[in-house]
């Protein structure tokens, strides 16, 4: 497994690490979706510090999260991209639906 999962506050923190590719998300996102309905929180943080690559099955994970919290009036945030992560995610859209971030930690300090 190349990812963590974890609650802080009322958010759940996903730090993956390498690539998010067809391999990982399967187990991604069922990991994610049970630790969703464990924890009852509804502010997702995808945390892609140490994220070199992604892919398209990598981005219908994130976007599918997404679409599941903000039907339950939540939001999904996007930090720490490295620039080749970020052209892809400029590329897809996806900062379009989420708010991106340099770092988990200055997401954390905005909105507390």
């Given at each position: ?69 903000a039907a339950r009036g939540g939001k999904v945030y996007l930090a720490g991209a ?31």
């Amino acid at each position: 497994m190349n990812y963590t999962i974890k609650r802080e506050n009322n958010y759940l923190i996903v730090s993956v690490i390498g690539e998010i590719d067809i391999s990982l998300t399967d187990s991604l996102r069922d990991d994610v979706d049970q630790a969703l309905e464990d924890y009852g929180v509804n502010q997702l943080i995808f945390d892609l510090t140490e994220v070199d690559f992604v892919d398209s099955a990598g981005l219908g994970v994130i976007l599918g999260r997404y679409k599941r919290i903000a039907a339950r009036g939540g939001k999904v945030y996007l930090a720490g991209a490295k620039p080749q992560v970020k052209k892809v995610l400029d590329l897809s859209g996806l900062p379009r639906l989420m708010e991106t971030h340099p770092s988990v930690h200055l997401l954390l300090d905005k909105i507390g």
